[in-house]
């Protein structure tokens, strides 16, 4: 799958983020917990290759907790990062873990001052990511203020804007970044299954197809029976053999959204990317290494 699409202001971002680096200690890069692979956009390895960096594992209450070490082991083995820290922006969880990073971070850099003469200063770190992996929120959650606007839909933050965390630290936030061309199918379906695209980059059947034939190969596709009590329609049917649109039928029927003999599985399709994307299918990683 070539899949070429580069909105305008993504290479303004990227531009952004060129021009800004060297006035940053640190470079903070948000990853989707689900999806932590997908995530991370490429580009942002080679800009940011002479920086400090943390990956910061968003939206942990979304996923499998027990399998996060080998994420961090993954992270930090292959050189992508110094540090690591999975927490959720929406809970304000494990956010103190990240602030002794930071404080490490400033003692080593405030030792390097000193030597200079100088007996101040301040971490300054680049926070970047994917659309709609969740940088504003972690802002607010660190600042403890609404200064940075919350959206959720992909590519919401348009400009940069510097906010003081307090006399150690300051964030630059940057717009949501992806790169130019998704040449490999499961980054792809991925950051649509997730909501990282929009849903009207993939065809939204094809991307929930897609999802149903992830969850089998997951050993998760009967999360889908748990969650809307479909126990009388699987009786006498194996729902890993059934075929992935007949699945969908049956979630019509069962939800009430098609009285038709003809299908439009556009409906139930969105229903069943919302329901995953807040969590109600179940917490899990939607891939691995």
Not at 36 to 52: G, M, T, V
Not at 265 to 271: F, P, Q
Request: charged share 30%; with cysteine; hydrophobic share 40%.
């Amino acid at each position: 799958m070539n899949i070429n699409w580069y909105p305008g202001h993504m290479k303004k971002t990227k531009d952004l983020i060129v021009e800004n680096l060297k006035l940053v200690d640190i470079v903070i890069e948000i990853l989707d917990a689900r999806i932590p692979i997908a995530s991370k956009n490429p580009d942002i390895s080679k800009l940011a290759k002479n920086k400090e960096k943390i990956i910061i594992l968003n939206k942990v209450d979304l996923i499998d907790a027990k399998e996060l070490k080998k994420w961090e082991n993954y992270f930090i083995s292959n050189d992508l990062s110094e540090y690591f820290v999975a927490l959720s922006c929406e809970k304000g969880t494990n956010f103190g873990e990240l602030r002794k990073i930071i404080n490490k971070i400033y003692e080593a850099k405030l030792e390097k001052m000193k030597k200079k003469g100088l007996r101040k200063t301040v971490v300054r770190a680049m926070i970047v990511g994917i659309p709609n992996v969740g940088k504003s929120r972690f802002i607010n959650k660190f600042v403890n203020k609404n200064k940075a606007r919350v959206g959720n839909t992909p590519g919401f933050t348009r400009g940069k804007q510097w906010i003081r965390i307090d006399e150690k630290l300051e964030l630059l936030d940057t717009p949501g970044v992806l790169w130019p061309k998704f040449e490999d199918e499961n980054v792809a379906y991925n950051l649509a299954i997730t909501g990282s695209i929009k849903d009207n980059v993939l065809p939204i059947e094809q991307v929930t197809l897609k999802f149903l034939e992830k969850l089998k190969k997951l050993n998760k596709i009967e999360n889908l029976i748990k969650s809307y009590n479909l126990e009388k329609y699987f009786e006498n049917n194996n729902i890993y053999e059934l075929d992935n649109h007949k699945i969908l039928s049956i979630l019509e029927t069962r939800l009430g959204i098609s009285k038709a003999d003809e299908h439009d599985y556009s409906i139930v399709s969105k229903r069943l990317l919302k329901d995953y994307r807040i969590g109600k299918i179940g917490k899990f990683f939607l891939e691995d290494f």
